[in-house]
């Protein structure tokens, strides 16, 4: 790859990701300044310029004092026996379940999950290849590890696995690393990356060697016919 073409690929990957947040966060914001129901609650006195950033104040203050408002709520008798219902009362429709407990699945992974609990692990599925995982914090009545192996680059299905403790191997990384890795097909570059050394057709014996394939040795060495 050229230099350019290198320089325009490393900026489009800093630049898009920022686009496509911005994009998200002004389309959250016109959404939020649109509520009818916080023209209602909004002071006479704003100025009409400052009236959207003031829907989008309340909206937020709102939000939070029902949330607070229902954790507190959740605290108690009642209100545990309210979930529980509301989750039974979900799960017996055959299509809402599926969404409604992957994103309170997500949400408490997310608040309440630690980087220990969800740090990639790597599992030798086969001889010589190994794959990432992510710890889910949950274990089986007979002791192993619940996993999650997503696929790639789309990371919203994959394989719940059962593994026993001592056949995960720690990756060393966070998870934002290891997720990189898997949403790009691990063409994204990280800190653990190991270098890549291609023989030239003339060099090397053409048989696989066992820390290779072919001609590629990925241990970063040089391959077996060179001096």
Do not use: C
């Amino acid at each position: 790859m050229s230099t350019w073409k290198r320089d325009f690929a490393s900026g489009l990957i800093v630049l898009a990701p920022l686009l496509v947040l911005l994009l998200v966060l002004r389309w959250i914001y016109q959404y939020i300044a649109s509520i009818p129901l916080i023209e209602g609650l909004q002071p006479e006195v704003i100025p009409a310029p400052l009236e959207p950033v003031s829907r989008v104040v309340i909206a937020f203050a709102v939000f939070a004092t029902v949330v607070l408002a229902v954790g507190y709520f959740m605290r108690t008798t009642v209100g545990r026996l309210a979930e529980s219902a509301v989750d039974d009362a979900i799960n017996r429709i055959p299509a809402l379940r599926v969404v409604y407990n992957a994103s309170k699945l997500a949400i408490e992974t997310a608040i309440s999950g630690t980087d220990e609990l969800q740090s990639p692990v790597y599992i030798e599925t086969w001889p010589g290849i190994r794959m990432t995982a992510f710890r889910t914090g949950k274990k089986t009545r007979d002791g192993k590890i619940v996993l999650f192996m997503p696929t790639a680059p789309n990371i919203t299905t994959g394989f719940v696995i059962e593994v026993e403790p001592e056949r995960i191997e720690e990756t060393g990384e966070t998870v934002e690393e290891g997720m990189t890795r898997v949403l790009s097909a691990g063409f994204a570059e990280s800190a653990h990356q190991v270098p890549v050394h291609e023989e030239s057709p003339g060099e090397g014996d053409g048989a696989d060697t066992a820390d290779g394939f072919g001609h590629v040795r990925t241990d970063g060495t040089p391959g077996d016919g060179e001096g």
